[in-house]
């Protein structure tokens, strides 16, 4: 299967379809050789219209990026690319608890009662740490599951549990009209309550946990009627899930699964914590110990082969960066760059690489990846390391000047124009019937066939033809404004982007004309803020960047950028200040912006805030060579 260009990443190939979306393989468009895999999950096209789907999604998604636990598969990143949501996640070498129990029974195997319990208590860990979160920058209110099933529960290779898709169930029976799918695949896990059409809450979270428990300490599922008898039964409160738990469990056991499962959700659990306490008991009372490491025996004998080979794809990519040679700018770059950081500089051009930090490069490593990417993420710079060990997102936004290896490995690539539509359509006949016809209306319906050109060749990404039909429409038509302003902001920033490259001035004018007529574009502000910083117009770039602030206060790369300027400039206070809003957002950049905090640190004086914050950035990337080697200078250590 042929790879697709998203935004800034770069689809490898679909590993998932859902009702909400597609789930594919991925890695982040940038310099040749940073790449490390994510999980991408898009919104399906039909559903990317619906504002009740992209409300909850967008939501859901700015809490979970704050969610940071090692039983849930993080979140780095979420945005509209072409049109459509996504988020971005880590991409868990392993595969679902449904892959697991499927492989098991078709080997006449099953997990064992300890194994079972593992996997369970992680994932009530899991739960109790999101109802529990509290952050000032995540959205209000508990972060509910509300569909747990073993298809989102992820095993990796060595074990370890990870729950996923947060944010499904609520889009699913608060917005997806048709709920017919729905039921089918997770009616087994649901409550009845919600069945009923009660709202989601920790109560149907522990319903979820209780079956799935139950299935697998018995090896089969707690219904054992069709999706529509079974919604007939909990319609006319004849089901008691409870009296499937088998009569030979402990008694511990079935007291917990009683708990977990009863019809009446003032009968259970109350929060997957309650839960939780019970499940240490017992694991206690029957000796549990060494379950992970037998999960990953399973996942070997079962899956060996073909996580090897996952393995070995993402070491693939660790060996074209040790023998790839230098990737980042050249030493003549580096002094036409100019900034003020010398030793930084140094170090950056020492490490192979990638121009890390303020110093070398804003525009540089960004602009390959700034041509393929969305606005929802702009480019973030990249550390002078073999940054291969974790989840990268753009590469960029602070380095200057490219080397001939990145120019080379890096093709710009045109947009995917964003559908248009005329912010204000010309009244049907329907509309208009029994009323006087006015000059407008009349205007309107002539200048519809080339309306209607303009709008076809922006779909089909004519960007300079678009432009050129709508100019001449305001140009005969200037009261036709309204109808052609927002395709025609859409067609400037389309060509300004394709154009930034081989001729940035003309850019600059196209990108500064569509954010005139659009100003709450995120991607033609940032891209303009680019433009501005290779032309070395700071002022300029930072009054673009703190409108994309303004518009998106998650966007870390505009803050990541903000501190270059400020750094190039000397202004280093503020250099510090944005730093820190980069670290706070923690996206998957994180160790480069603390390290990129720590040099701004050094150079006001902060030793001991420097060398601590160089320790964070070893801890979150172990392999980041530049923090480790500066750390071990400044600390003697």
Same mark, same amino acid.
């Given at each position: 299967m042929?790879t697709?260009?998203f935004?800034?990443y770069?689809?490898?190939r679909?590993i998932?379809?859902?009702r909400i979306?597609?789930?594919w393989?991925?890695k982040?468009?940038g310099?040749?050789?940073l790449?490390? !895999?994510?999980?991408?999950?898009?919104?399906h +096209?039909?559903l $990317?219209?619906e504002?009740?789907?992209?409300?909850?999604?967008r939501?859901?998604? $700015?809490?979970l990026v704050h969610l940071?636990?090692?039983?849930?598969?993080?979140?780095? #990143?979420f *945005?509209?690319?072409?049109?459509t949501p996504?988020?971005a996640m880590?991409f868990v070498?392993g595969?679902?608890?449904?892959?697991?129990?499927?492989?098991?029974?078709?080997?006449?195997?099953a997990l064992?009662?300890?194994?079972?319990l !593992?996997i369970?208590?992680?994932?009530c860990s899991a739960? #109790? !740490?999101?109802y529990n !979160?509290?952050?000032?920058? &995540?959205?209000?209110?508990?972060?509910?599951h509300?569909?747990?099933?073993?298809q989102?529960?992820m095993?990796s290779?060595?074990?370890?549990?990870?729950?996923?898709?947060?944010?499904?169930s609520r889009?699913?029976?608060?917005a997806?009209?048709?709920?017919q799918?729905?039921f089918e695949?997770?009616?087994?896990?649901?409550a009845?309550?919600?069945v009923k059409?009660?709202?989601l809450?920790e109560?149907a979270?522990?319903?979820c946990l209780g079956v799935?428990?139950c299935?697998?300490?018995?090896?089969?599922?707690l219904s054992?009627c069709?999706?529509?008898e079974?919604v007939?039964?909990?319609g006319?409160d004849q089901?008691? +899930?409870r009296?499937?738990?088998p009569e030979?469990?402990?008694?511990s056991l079935q #007291?917990?699964?009683?708990?977990s499962?009863a019809?009446?959700?003032?009968?259970r659990?109350?929060?997957?914590g309650?839960?939780?306490?019970?499940l240490?008991?017992?694991?206690?009372e029957?000796g549990?110990?060494?379950?992970g490491k037998?999960?990953a025996?399973?996942m070997d004998?079962?899956?060996?082969?073909?996580l090897?080979?996952?393995e070995?794809?993402? =070491?693939?990519?660790?060996d074209?960066?040790?023998q790839?040679? &230098?990737l980042g700018?050249?030493?003549d770059?580096?002094?036409k760059a100019g900034?003020?950081l010398?030793?930084l500089?140094k170090? &950056?051009?020492?490490a192979?690489g990638i121009a890390l930090?303020i110093?070398v490069a804003?525009?540089?490593v960004?602009?390959?990846?700034g041509r393929q990417?969305?606005?929802?993420r702009?480019?973030?710079?990249?550390?002078a390391?073999t940054?291969?060990?974790?989840?990268q997102?753009?590469? *960029?936004?602070?380095?200057e000047a490219?080397?001939a290896?990145?120019?080379?490995?890096a093709?710009?690539?045109?947009?995917?124009?964003?559908s248009a539509t005329?912010?204000?359509?010309a009244?049907?006949e &329907?509309e208009?019937a029994?009323?006087i016809?006015?000059?407008?209306? %009349?205007?309107?319906?002539?200048?519809k066939?080339?309306?209607d050109?303009?709008?076809k060749?922006?779909e089909?990404e004519?960007y300079q033809e678009?432009?050129?039909a709508f100019?001449?429409?305001?140009?005969?038509?200037?009261?036709l404004k309204?109808?052609?302003?927002a395709p025609y902001?859409?067609?400037?920033e389309?060509?300004g982007?394709?154009?930034e490259?081989?001729?940035?001035?003309?850019?600059?004018?196209?990108l500064?004309?569509a954010?005139?007529l659009?100003?709450e574009?995120?991607?033609?502000n940032?891209h303009?803020g680019?433009?501005?910083?290779?032309a070395?117009?700071y002022?300029?770039?930072i009054?673009?960047y703190?409108?994309?602030?303004?518009?998106? +206060? %998650?966007?870390?790369?505009a803050?990541?950028?903000? *501190?270059y300027i400020?750094a190039?400039?000397?202004?280093? #206070?503020?250099a510090?200040?944005?730093y820190k809003?980069v670290v706070?957002?923690?996206?998957p950049?994180?160790d =480069?912006?603390l390290f990129?905090?720590?040099m701004?640190?050094?150079?006001?004086g902060?030793k001991? =805030?420097?060398?601590?914050?160089?320790k964070r950035?070893v801890?979150?990337?172990?392999?980041?060579?530049?923090a480790?080697?500066y750390?071990?200078?400044?600390?003697g250590?």
């Amino acid at each position: 299967m042929e790879t697709v260009e998203f935004g800034k990443y770069l689809l490898l190939r679909q590993i998932g379809m859902g009702r909400i979306g597609q789930l594919w393989k991925a890695k982040v468009l940038g310099v040749k050789g940073l790449e490390k !895999f994510l999980a991408i999950k898009r919104v399906h +096209p039909h559903l $990317s219209t619906e504002r009740a789907v992209i409300d909850i999604f967008r939501e859901s998604a $700015s809490s979970l990026v704050h969610l940071q636990h090692e039983n849930i598969v993080r979140v780095y #990143d979420f *945005g509209t690319a072409e049109g459509t949501p996504y988020i971005a996640m880590d991409f868990v070498v392993g595969k679902d608890l449904d892959h697991l129990m499927k492989a098991l029974r078709g080997k006449g195997q099953a997990l064992g009662i300890e194994e079972a319990l !593992f996997i369970v208590t992680q994932v009530c860990s899991a739960l #109790d !740490f999101a109802y529990n !979160f509290k952050d000032n920058e &995540a959205a209000t209110g508990k972060i509910i599951h509300g569909g747990i099933r073993p298809q989102n529960v992820m095993i990796s290779k060595n074990g370890e549990i990870k729950l996923t898709d947060f944010c499904i169930s609520r889009i699913l029976f608060e917005a997806v009209e048709d709920k017919q799918g729905t039921f089918e695949k997770t009616l087994p896990y649901l409550a009845p309550e919600v069945v009923k059409g009660a709202p989601l809450d920790e109560t149907a979270d522990v319903f979820c946990l209780g079956v799935l428990l139950c299935e697998l300490v018995t090896g089969r599922s707690l219904s054992n009627c069709s999706p529509p008898e079974l919604v007939s039964r909990i319609g006319s409160d004849q089901w008691d +899930p409870r009296e499937m738990i088998p009569e030979d469990l402990s008694p511990s056991l079935q #007291d917990i699964l009683g708990r977990s499962i009863a019809p009446d959700p003032s009968d259970r659990y109350q929060t997957p914590g309650q839960m939780l306490v019970d499940l240490e008991e017992y694991g206690k009372e029957i000796g549990c110990g060494a379950e992970g490491k037998a999960l990953a025996e399973y996942m070997d004998n079962l899956f060996g082969e073909e996580l090897l080979k996952e393995e070995q794809e993402e =070491e693939g990519l660790e060996d074209e960066v040790a023998q790839g040679g &230098a990737l980042g700018p050249s030493v003549d770059q580096l002094k036409k760059a100019g900034g003020p950081l010398e030793l930084l500089k140094k170090k &950056a051009v020492l490490a192979g690489g990638i121009a890390l930090i303020i110093i070398v490069a804003l525009v540089l490593v960004f602009w390959p990846r700034g041509r393929q990417t969305d606005s929802s993420r702009g480019n973030t710079l990249q550390t002078a390391q073999t940054a291969e060990e974790k989840p990268q997102t753009e590469v *960029g936004a602070s380095q200057e000047a490219p080397s001939a290896e990145e120019q080379g490995g890096a093709q710009p690539v045109e947009r995917e124009a964003v559908s248009a539509t005329t912010t204000e359509k010309a009244p049907t006949e &329907a509309e208009t019937a029994g009323q006087i016809e006015t000059p407008l209306s %009349q205007k309107a319906k002539e200048m519809k066939p080339r309306i209607d050109e303009g709008l076809k060749a922006l779909e089909e990404e004519r960007y300079q033809e678009a432009v050129r039909a709508f100019e001449s429409i305001l140009k005969e038509a200037p009261e036709l404004k309204e109808n052609v302003t927002a395709p025609y902001a859409q067609a400037l920033e389309g060509l300004g982007l394709k154009l930034e490259d081989k001729q940035p001035k003309k850019a600059i004018r196209l990108l500064a004309k569509a954010t005139e007529l659009n100003p709450e574009s995120i991607e033609a502000n940032f891209h303009l803020g680019l433009l501005y910083v290779e032309a070395k117009q700071y002022p300029k770039a930072i009054k673009r960047y703190e409108k994309v602030i303004q518009l998106d +206060p %998650q966007y870390a790369d505009a803050y990541f950028n903000l *501190g270059y300027i400020y750094a190039v400039t000397k202004k280093y #206070d503020k250099a510090e200040e944005a730093y820190k809003h980069v670290v706070d957002l923690a996206p998957p950049y994180l160790d =480069e912006a603390l390290f990129n905090l720590a040099m701004v640190q050094k150079r006001l004086g902060k030793k001991d =805030e420097c060398i601590e914050n160089l320790k964070r950035a070893v801890i979150v990337n172990p392999k980041n060579k530049l923090a480790k080697k500066y750390l071990k200078k400044l600390s003697g250590k």
